[in-house]
């Protein structure tokens, strides 16, 4: 991915270089042309990388038995972790070495994908995983990867981003390649069905955010705000369906449809605020990401409504979701009001019941949150002081 230069202007067309690297496959019961998609790129023997849970729900053994059926070898790694560590991905490697694969397929939520595409890294590249952090830094090519969400939420299956978690800093690392992307992603709404409802919520609350940051963010273009008013035109409505009706399958495939588009934005844009202050709450707090990014959201999109060029920005996205009509100035609080309503349907707390002691540590997480990558990315510049304000907004203290 490659980012343009900052934009000349507010009304400018910002240029972009756009090269779709994922063939995407959806449709219910997709799943089963796997070992179809694999022979397609000319898999003969397949390390299949999944995690426990997927395991228990019986997608893998479905998969496997599609793969064996079109005549592929298979290797399996179940030990996929949640936020996955540089340990987890050499676990996987040392899995992949003894199988010699030639074709990768990451099923699972993110960090199952996230997983398969850093395994990818080592054993294309070698070396560890820390030396692939920040953009473009494989030389060798890599294996095709297929990619299988079963949650609706990363959208990790459309991007060229692994993230994994340092084990010594505990720091989520970004590791970007193009050669990373998945080249066929299979979108099975009928996959999504077996996620457990705190998994469809908060991956979920995550898909809407990645939707909105990146309507926003201040390397948005013509493609990616495209990407992002349909990702989150469709989350925004399929979300309350899937949280009330969970067997919903045409809501299901809106939310997982949603969730991959909304990885598209990504790709084509950027996070922002949310997610720079997200990601010490998990490190610090073991808070799952998408409650985190739901907990900051309504706080960053009032902090960036102060800025002209953004409220433009919300207007249009609530516009495009028909929550407000074009132009309405009061699209930001719209917004905000939404997404605090879907947090209480989905049981997601607005405000973090923290400690005394935990609330002395806004300090030191505001003071990573400005040395997030994606802060750099949100519309309205933040100093260490803003970000103070956003964890104060967020914390309810004491209760
Ligand atoms: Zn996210």
Redesign the pocket.
Known sequence: MSHPPASPGPQALRPFDYKPRTRLVFGVGSVDQVGDLARELGAKKVLLVTDPGIVAAGHAEHVRRNLEQAGLQLTLFDQALENPTTKCVDDCLAVAKKAHPDTIIGLGGGSAMDTAKGCNFLLTNGGRMQDYRGVGKASKPMLPLIAIPTTA??GSECQSAALIVDDKTHQKMACLDPKAAARIAILDPKLTLSQPPRVTACAGM?AI??ALETAVANTRNALSIMYSSEAFKLCVRAFAEVLTHPKDLEARGQMLLGAALAGMAIENSM?GAA?AA?NPLTAHFGIV??QA?GLMLPHVIRFNAHQSQSRKAYSAVAAAAELTSPGHDHAPETLVKRIEMLLDLAGMPRRLACSDAETKMIPLLAEEATRQWTATFNPRPLSKDDFVTLYERAFAGNA
């Open positions: 939420g990363t995550d955010a990645h996070l997610h997200a990401h998408g990014v």
